[in-house]
């Protein structure tokens, strides 16, 4: 049986005073009988602070991004460790924004993956196609790259890995896919693990972002394949944020 999962990516937004009051309002929203598990994923430098604020509730933390090295002459660059040394137990991998802006490669990916695993951080693993990729039916044979080129056949590393299917095209746009095309993906995503491992299958969470609000996460959440979002612009205000949340519950 999988659990839910809400998570906020908040991308490079926020201060120190608006995390403090969001994660506040977060977190008093958020009650024992809600039905998903929740993550924050703020800058960087907000790390200490949401770390702190989180304690003694149930709330988890991620980073947005990692270096593939453990530590060195790297300058700019956040190690595995420092994140976990921050508090993190997870950090969004290949998010389609550092893929298309930061020209992160599928290789990049790989090896930012494998820093993760390596030093017990949970990846969540970005994958989606772009417009274009939809427009000439590209969609799974993308996917199945994106995802290939991390795990080949070693579906162990999921293990204790999340993926996200984001389309690049419902990021930020208003734009979501309905929960039956978002379900298909999810469904061929799956597939893809089961061939490999059908116990990691079915255990592991693949989570559905896109313009997810709180109006269309309960038609996604609903779906079998999908086990939660990844929210980027809803992720910043806890009312929205919330509503996220309380669309898991039955
Ligand atoms: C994201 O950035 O991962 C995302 C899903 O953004 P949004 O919810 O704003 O589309």
Redesign the pocket.
Known sequence: MRNLMVAG?W?MNGDSTMTSELVDEIAAGYVGSDSCELLICPPFPLLGLAANKIQGTSIFLGAQNLSEYNSGAYTGEVSALMLTDAGCQYV?IG???RRAIMRETNEMIRKKFYAAIDNNLIPIL?VGETLEQKEQQLTMEIIEQQLKSVIGDNAASLTNAVI?Y?PVW????GLTATPEEAQSIHHFIRGIISSISQEIADNIQILY????NGGNAKGLFSMPDIDG???????LTASDFLSIVKATNK
Request: some cysteine; proline content about 0%.
């Open positions: 990516n991308k969004i998010h389609s924004e970005c996200a984001e419902a990021i930020g746009t972002g896109g313009s997810v979002g990844l929210i980027g612009g809803a992720s």
